[in-house]
Structures are given as structure tokens and as C-alpha cells.
T-cell receptor, first 110, second 114 residues
Framework: RKEVEQDPGPFNVPEGATVAFNCTYSNSASQSFFWYRQDCRKEPKLLMSVYSSGNEDGRFTAQLNRASQYISLLIRDSKLSDSATYLCVVNSNSGYALNFGKGTSLLVTP | DAGVIQSPRHEVTEMGQEVTLRCKPISGHNSLFWYRQTMMRGLELLIYFNNNVPIDDSGMPEDRFSAKMPNASFSTLKIQPSEPRDSAVYFC????????????FGEGSRLTVL
């Protein structure tokens, strides 16, 4: 089983829609969780950290369920500029490095 | 501020040739990572350095791959001899402190081995 698993999509949604991505991780001892965004042929960039109590950053909401080892990202009022691949990230067994999911592709259409 | 700088951005080479990828981390960052990205496998961690010392190289696929960090501002990833299955985008990333904080990626080196 891969350490971080995501639905690859693609998710095709119209502008203004709400879309949710899910991710599961295998290491129950993981302590750090993130969502990164990667535009086509670009490097990944941090979108937001994920905290135990859940957190929001504008139109983006992240949730963590430790019991189910599940992370989610909700995007409200989707914009064309949200089109990208969203990578779920969890710290590795060693704690030093970060393990990335393969990503979920989002396409927001006019 | 300069971000993580990688070179070359693109490399096309023939099977059997040596490939050297270079990385300059963000000044003041103590941790450096090499990742490889392919469509099939996504982003895979190859090796991690902290304070210029290799901490975990369990992701290095085989002896053909080697990485060095001779000082805090420079790292190399070498493949010798290269094979077509090594074709991928190789990312270098750095982080300010061990185990803490955002990972900043370079723009990547796109390698094609014919």
C-alpha cells in the first residue's frame, strides 16, 4: 500500500462550483500534513498546512481525521486559476522528509 | 530573494552517458531534498541531507545514482550510466530547519535519456 493515496481525477467543474478532494495515508504516527499545488510543468508549492482542528484559508478548507487517517481539501467558489494538480503530503516514517501523493487534477471551466 | 536554483533545466542524453544535475538551496536552509517525478510513480524522495550530511538515501534507486553536498550552498545528483527509465523531472527542494517548515522546490531538471 502506498503511503499516501489520492483519487487522480480529473475533476472537471464549472466556475463557482464547490469541489472536494480526499486523501488517505498509511502511517498512523504521522504528525505533519499539507496540501501542495502543482501547476502544469511547474514545481509544487505549498497551498496550506492541515491542522487537527481543521483550518481555512480564504476559499480553501482543510480537514484531518486521524482515526480514519484521512485528509480533505474543500475549494469553494472555484476560479479558473484554481486549475492545477493538488498534492496531499504527509511526513515520512522518519519524520524528516515528506511523502507526496500522486495528486488530484482539477480543471475549472468557464 | 532567490529561490532554489537547479541546472540544467532540460537535458537530453543517450543511454550510457553520465548525467549531473545541480542544485543551490535557499541561503540559510539546512535541509536539502532530491525528488524524482514521473507520471507513473508521482514524486519520489531520492535522498535527504541535513547540514550537508546525507541522512536518508533509501530512495536512491540503485548504485547508478549518487548524490553529494560538499557545502551548504551546493548539491549534485549524478547518474552513471544513465538509462531510458531514468527519464523524469528531478526536483531539488530545501527547508529552513530539519523536520519543520515549508519545502521550497526548484523549477526542476527535465531529463530525457534516449
Amino acid at each position: 500500500r502506498k503511503e499516501v493515496e489520492q483519487d487522480p481525477g480529473p475533476f472537471n467543474v464549472p466556475e463557482g462550483a464547490t469541489v472536494a478532494f480526499n486523501c488517505t495515508y498509511s502511517n498512523s504516527a504521522s504528525q505533519s500534513f499539507f496540501w501542495y499545488r502543482q501547476d502544469c510543468r511547474k514545481e509544487p508549492k505549498l497551498l496550506m498546512s492541515v491542522y487537527s482542528s481543521g483550518n481555512e484559508d480564504g476559499r480553501f478548507t482543510a480537514q484531518l481525521n486521524r482515526a480514519s487517517q484521512y485528509i480533505s481539501l474543500l475549494i469553494r467558489d472555484s476560479k479558473l486559476s484554481d486549475s492545477a494538480t493538488y498534492l496531499c503530503v504527509v511526513n515520512s516514517n522518519s519524520g524528516y522528509a515528506l511523502n507526496f501523493g500522486k495528486g488530484t487534477s482539477l480543471l475549472v471551466t468557464p | 530573494d532567490a529561490g532554489v536554483i537547479q541546472s540544467p533545466r532540460h537535458e537530453v542524453t543517450e543511454m550510457g552517458q553520465e548525467v549531473t544535475l545541480r542544485c543551490k538551496p535557499i541561503s540559510g536552509h539546512n535541509s536539502l531534498f532530491w525528488y524524482r517525478q514521473t507520471m507513473m510513480r508521482g514524486l519520489e524522495l531520492l535522498i535527504y541531507f541535513n547540514n550537508n550530511v546525507p541522512i536518508d538515501d533509501s530512495g536512491m534507486p540503485e548504485d547508478r545514482f549518487s548524490a553529494k553536498m560538499p557545502n551548504a550552498s551546493f548539491s549534485t545528483l549524478k547518474i552513471q550510466p544513465s538509462e531510458p527509465r531514468d527519464s523524469a523531472v528531478y526536483f531539488c527542494a530545501s527547508r529552513e530547519r530539519e523536520m519543520v517548515g515549508e519545502l521550497f522546490f526548484g523549477e526542476g531538471s527535465r531529463l530525457t535519456v534516449l
